[in-house]
């Protein structure tokens, strides 16, 4: 498992728009929750929130429709330098530890530094849960599944539910 600090930025094609100018924050569903109090405090209580299918896509469409739109995105730094936008506000996450965490999977003697130094320097375990309602299709994934740990030492232990909507039926 890897943490990385999520920081949030809302970004304008306009170097000139106010935050009470603001008529609609573009973003992927969770930035707009992870910024959900700050926009409650800071924009217009009519402001419209327009959910994307990534922060990195909502960059480039506020960018797109330009700054007569009065549209800001919510996305990282990153997509303010790609999309040549401006920065209105920085760190506008309401928490300032906000992270993500990212699952890893990968060989212990990996070519990529990033793997092969995670492991080594980790005690971390991490669940893994899958549900799927087909029982032939089910069993075959997780064959498939162990078949890429077949050699592994790092499965420590494996664990069957019985799915509660089936069994009451």
Same mark, same amino acid.
């Given at each position: ?6 920081? !949030? ?42 959910? @994307? @299918? ?5 960059? @480039? ?21 790609? &999309?040549?936008? &401006? ?31 995670? $492991? !080594? +320097? ?13 029982? +032939? ?11 890429? $740990? +077949? ?12 799915? +509660? ?5």
């Amino acid at each position: 498992e890897i943490y990385t600090p999520i920081n !949030h930025a809302l970004l304008s094609s306009s170097s000139s728009l106010s935050l009470s100018d603001i008529c609609s924050v573009h973003s992927h569903p969770q930035a707009l929750g992870q910024c959900r109090k700050w926009i409650e405090t800071h924009l217009p209580p009519n402001v419209k929130c327009v959910e @994307e @299918e990534s922060t990195a896509g909502a960059a @480039e469409l506020v960018n797109k429709l330009g700054p007569s739109s009065r549209s800001v995105a919510i996305a990282s730094r990153l997509a303010a330098s790609e &999309n040549k936008m &401006n920065i209105i506000k920085d760190d506008i996450q309401d928490s300032l530890d906000n992270e993500t965490r990212f699952i890893l999977i990968g060989r212990i003697n990996s070519p990529s530094p990033l793997l092969s130094n995670h $492991f !080594h +320097q980790s005690n971390i375990r991490t669940t893994l849960y899958f549900e799927e309602t087909d029982t +032939q299709t089910s069993f075959d994934f997780l064959r498939n599944l162990m078949d890429c $740990f +077949q050699n592994s030492k790092l499965i420590y232990g494996l664990c069957s539910r019985p799915n +509660q909507v089936k069994a009451r039926k």
